[in-house]
């Protein structure tokens, strides 16, 4: 039934449905459940340690014999500059004190870089059918090595310079992450909380930048959103708050809670979190951070800062959803990937026939 197999064909799946890395949120099991009902399950990898990695690659292939994703994160190692550090302290203080928490710490830890030498050596230990790269794309040795292990290489792109530099680094497919995506933004480069395209502009002019196959992200989450993003030329489509409500995701009860009753509003873009723009719920926090900025740390030290606040408070709580999360429904993930299909088939065929898309 669908109308451009590029996807399918590059990635070896049935159905060009690729499930959000979301690290926390998309466990073993949901990936599992994804790729065994024909789409991409995939694991955000970015902050676990070796043993760790080849843990979540076993549980994979005892779940599933079908193609599955490992998401990374490519960013430098941070260096917050004493001063930095300093005033984003005495801007965080008043909350502290109103929490009854320690002092905020001045010992940042040492994170990252994102994507280095022991990660690139336990890929090509475990071999996954498919790697994808957020906030960039490692050097081309890198991909050149991964891409002769037989592994497929997807990259995040929020504009169109972006999508340019993946297909010139090696990478086999491309996601245009929309501006109504939740979760980070998969910008190259650190980005303010206002600076973004939507999906409806974005995945058109990307189609047009680049060769490879397009895989449309932000604000999909039933089959006339998926239909929409193949009528702008893309390959596929990746889903993630649409999964945050399945039932093999590890949503915390807090956040499925307020998915439930989630509206278009709830959510916006901001780095008063982890240092790096990220779509979020509207908060007490996000908000007043907003209105009187500091510099913040480098990505993801910040995370160190506001965690405390996050864990203590719900005014302070960090909830990624995206703009479409109204529509999310609560089902196993297997029957939601089958349920997108048939949606998806509908309004296909509504279209060849002339007659009005289904509701």
């Known amino acids: 039934m669908w109308p451009n197999r590029r996807l399918c064909d590059l990635l070896k799946i049935e159905h060009p449905i690729i ?3 979301m690290a926390g949120s998309a466990t073993p099991e949901l990936a599992a459940a994804v790729s065994n009902a024909g789409g991409l399950g995939s694991l955000g990898c970015a902050s676990m340690l070796p043993d760790g990695l080849r843990n979540a690659a076993r549980q994979m292939r005892a779940l599933t014999g079908r193609p599955f994703n490992l998401n990374f994160f490519v960013f430098p190692r941070p260096d917050t500059r004493d001063a930095v550090l300093t005033r984003v302290i005495e801007r965080l203080r008043p909350y502290y004190e109103e929490l009854s928490l320690d002092e905020p710490s001045r010992r940042l830890p040492p994170i990252g870089p994102g994507f280095d030498e022991e990660k690139l050596e336990l890929l090509l230990e475990i071999r996954p059918p498919v790697v994808s790269f957020h906030f ?11 891409k002769h292990a037989g592994i497929a290489i997807i990259g ?11 297909a010139d680094g090696g990478a086999d497919a491309v ?9 980070h933004r998969g910008s190259h480069a650190p980005n303010g909380p206002g600076d973004g395209v939507g999906t409806m502009a974005l995945v058109p002019q990307v189609v047009d930048a680049v060769e490879l196959p397009v895989i449309a992200a932000g604000g999909i989450a039933d089959g006339r959103g998926i239909a929409a993003a193949f009528a702008l030329g893309a390959s596929g489509v990746q889903i993630g708050t649409g999964f945050l409500s399945c039932d093999e995701a590890g949503t915390d009860a807090p956040r499925r809670a307020l998915i439930r009753t989630a509206t278009d509003m709830d959510t916006m873009v901001t780095d008063v979190f982890t240092g790096r723009a990220a779509r979020a719920r509207r908060t007490r926090y996000v908000l007043e951070m907003e209105e009187s900025r500091v510099p913040l740390p480098d990505f993801p030290q910040m995370v160190a800062l506001s965690a405390p606040l996050s864990d203590a408070k719900e005014d302070f709580a960090f909830h990624l959803y995206g703009q479409a999360a109204a529509l999310n429904r609560e089902l196993p993930a297997g029957q939601l990937v089958r349920t997108l299909v048939a ?17």
Do not use: C, H, M, Y
């Open 19 to 21: 499930q959000a890395p």
């Open 136 to 146: 960039g794309i490692p050097d081309a040795a890198a991909i050149g090595r991964l």
């Open 156 to 166: 995040t792109a929020t504009n169109v310079a972006e999508a340019r530099k993946l």
């Open 175 to 183: 996601i245009a992450q929309g501006w109504e995506a939740g979760g």
């Open 343 to 359: 949606e998806t088939s509908e309004v296909f065929d509504a279209l060849s026939t002339g007659k009005t898309t289904p509701a």
